[in-house]
């Protein structure tokens, strides 16, 4: 099986076969990018347990970009906010919700990581493709 190529798996069984071979060794530092991307909702919980027992049990330091921020609020005792490949607020979940003015995380981490300028653009975006789905619908 370790020497098994992955052709053919599905994006979930490579993920997985990734962290296995990973965690194999039992290293101190853990470094993963991305480590839900193509599990299922079931496969995705049994990871977020797992590490938090790596975490809580075994005193693992666990690294790990993710676009998902409620894996962030679920895992991580600190949080680094990266925008444009620089850092751009660092502490724990509450820490940034307090410092953004906002209750939820994924309203801070958005405040935190982008422009006002940026968050409207992305706005405005949203309601210009609502508009075209509108007018593709009304089309038909």
């Known amino acids: 099986l370790l020497a098994r190529r ?31 991307n193509g599990l299922d909702v079931l496969a995705t919980r049994s990871l ?30 600190q949080v680094v906010v990266v925008a444009h490949g620089r850092a751009v607020a660092e502490g724990s979940v509450a820490a940034l919700c307090e410092r953004a003015g906002c209750a939820d995380f994924e309203d801070a981490f958005v405040r935190l990581a982008f422009t006002a300028d940026e968050r409207a653009g992305a706005a405005a975006a949203r309601v210009a493709a609502g508009a075209v789905n509108a007018a593709a619908g009304a089309a038909t």
């Open 48 to 77: 977020r347990e797992a590490l938090r027992r790596l975490r809580d049990d075994e005193g693992k330091c666990i690294v790990f970009s993710t676009h998902i921020m409620q894996e962030v609020e679920r895992l991580c005792d």
């Open 6 to 36: 992955t052709e053919g798996f599905s994006q979930g069984e490579r993920m997985k076969t990734a962290l296995a071979r990973a965690l194999v060794h039992d290293p101190p530092n853990i470094v993963l990018d991305e480590p839900t």
